[in-house]
């Protein structure tokens, strides 16, 4: 490692900062492509629900390119079976979409926490071949190696320096992409979280309402019931 110098570590720095900026590009778009207006989105979905309208808001949410849109979407397909169906459909998807969205986001914070480290890596191989190069210096030649000597060492130290400076600068960028990515998952998700509590609440009070309605029907008809039979019986009586 002393002999290869701090080169192979520029190197691998050099390319692991290329992979860094491809993948800021990659979800940067991802991001930008999954964009849309999430509150008219929101206030589009309650006005169909409200009206009953559940394919139109299908096809509200299937118009949408977002992530939240997506997991919603599960839901309706599953509405015909029930709350729990529904719920189970979103969690799916919702894991799914955070997956996605998530992809690679691992890497920029792996790079941003050790990139640093792997800069100091090469500078500690560059210190220590500075001062191998030191140690070669012939006693002999005491005069000249006086001035050649701190030349020699301190090219290897400042080359070593480059390392840690390196290692800094691509550090800098991959934590705060990957802050800046991972707080937009995190309002995705809740926005997701918000459509799909709009959503089973509509459903929610689909079956309560329907029983309701049945449980006073049910009530009406015990008291015809009853009242048919109360004047059967007074019938009964006045023929005797």
């Given amino acids: ?8 570590i520029l190197v691998l720095m050099l390319v692991l900062s290329i992979v860094s900026l491809a993948i800021m590009l990659e979800r940067a778009w ?5 964009r849309d207006d999430f509150e008219e989105l ?3 979905l309650g006005q169909l629900l409200r009206g009953g309208d559940l394919e139109g808001a299908r096809r509200r949410l299937e118009a949408s390119r977002s992530a939240e849109a997506a997991v919603v979407v599960a839901g309706l397909v599953e509405a015909d079976r029930g709350v729990d169906a529904a719920q189970e459909a979103m969690d799916g998807a919702s894991a799914l979409q955070r997956i996605k969205l998530e992809r690679r986001l691992a890497f920029l914070g792996t790079l941003g926490n050790n990139a640093p480290f792997i800069g100091l890596l090469g500078t500690v191989i560059g210190i220590i071949a500075a001062f191998d190069e030191l140690s070669k210096v012939k006693m002999a030649a005491a005069a ?3 001035q050649l000597a701190p030349e020699a060492v301190m090219a290897r130290i400042s ?4 390392a840690t400076a390196i290692g800094i600068l691509i550090a800098i960028p991959a934590v705060a992409a990957y802050n800046a990515f991972q707080r937009v998952v995190r309002g995705t998700v809740a926005n ?4 799909g509590h709009m959503l089973l609440s509509h459903l929610k009070a689909i079956p309560s309402a329907t029983g309701s309605s049945a449980a006073a029907a049910s009530t009406v008809e015990r008291i015809s019931g009853g009242a048919k039979s109360a004047a059967h019986t007074a019938g009964e009586s006045e023929r005797n």
């Fill in 192 to 195: 997701t979280e918000a459509l």
């Fill in 30 to 34: 991802l991001f930008w492509s999954l």
């Fill in 1 to 8: 490692m002393v002999g290869l110098g701090t080169g192979w």
């Fill in 42 to 44: 929101m206030r589009d």
């Fill in 159 to 162: 080359e070593a320096l480059v």
């Fill in 144 to 146: 000249a190696s006086t």
